[in-house]
């Protein structure tokens, strides 16, 4: 299957509150809002994985009293430009690079969340000179999301399970498409410890409506979980040796996790020993490091308290040498 454009999948969206527009970045046509005056710093809103801009809807409006706020989906994700086999850290970083180029056009912060959080972080290491002025790593499964990491648990120690149900019943670009099929393989197919986290994401009981994906899941490409569970995703992007090249400060906003006492699985984005690391690769670089940790906030922040994010990263920005 070739790229897919928004076109070819119209039928899948819905409205929301902000004016969509469409950057061409060349191989991809990359789907994003604007929000706030232009006088404002600028900040990147990075979505993680199966999320489009719009799970920062609520904090946009908060954010945009400080920032003139750029939010995106990434290829393979909401109204942005599908492309199968062609879903690596450094094509999507490289998107982003090209983003700030071309449409912010000057210096920006940026923030992440989960995949997003690890693209925050590669712009943090591998952006042009002067592209990027601090970075945010919203609860980012750093080490985590690799499949041979240096420090801790592997995908196939957390979500990894998820990942890869998600892509056998859904299919690349949902060549299989049997969302009901995947959401009753869930008990027998995931570890029982993840099971909790898996209700809480998508609901369950006899009510749940197994015939309807989230809108989330609609807008999203498959394939991105077989990237993540086979290792392509991080193919030339060791993580340990991205961390060590971080150009800029750092804010790290660590949110619930737990490492499971009978089988080691890690419940959450990312274990408290590989937080550390994280801390000890940046710090050896010479960056700033700011360290949050939100053991009863779930995964993204920006979604369950739009206001202590935005709240977190302003006072946070407002903190950093030279910056009013």
Known sequence: MGILEAEDRADT????????????????????????????PALLLIPGQTESWWGYEQAIPLLAEHFQVHAVDLRGQG????????????TLGNDLVRFIDL??????????LSSGGVLSAWLSAYAKPGQVRAAVYEDPPLFSSQVDP?????????????????????GDQWSIGDWAGASRAMPAELPPVLLRAIATMFGDGEDADL?????NLREYDPEWARAFVSGTVTVGCDHATMLSAVKVPVLFTHHFRQVDDETGHLLGAI????????RALVEAAGQPFTYLSFPGMPHAMHDADPELFARTVVEWVGGLPDES
């Open 13 to 40: 969206f819905v409205p929301h509150a902000f004016t969509e527009r469409t950057a061409d970045l060349g191989e991809i046509r990359m789907n994003h809002v604007v929000v706030g005056d232009a006088s404002l």
């Open 79 to 90: 109204r942005s430009t599908w492309t199968p086999g062609r879903y690596t850290l450094d």
């Open 103 to 112: 449409v912010i056009g000057r210096p920006t912060y940026v923030s992440g």
């Open 150 to 170: 240096a420090h801790g648990q592997s995908i196939r120690q957390g979500m990894g399970p998820f990942f890869a149900l998600l892509h056998k019943w859904l």
């Open 211 to 215: 015939a309807k994906p989230p809108q």
């Open 271 to 278: 274990s408290d020993l590989q937080a550390g690391r994280v």
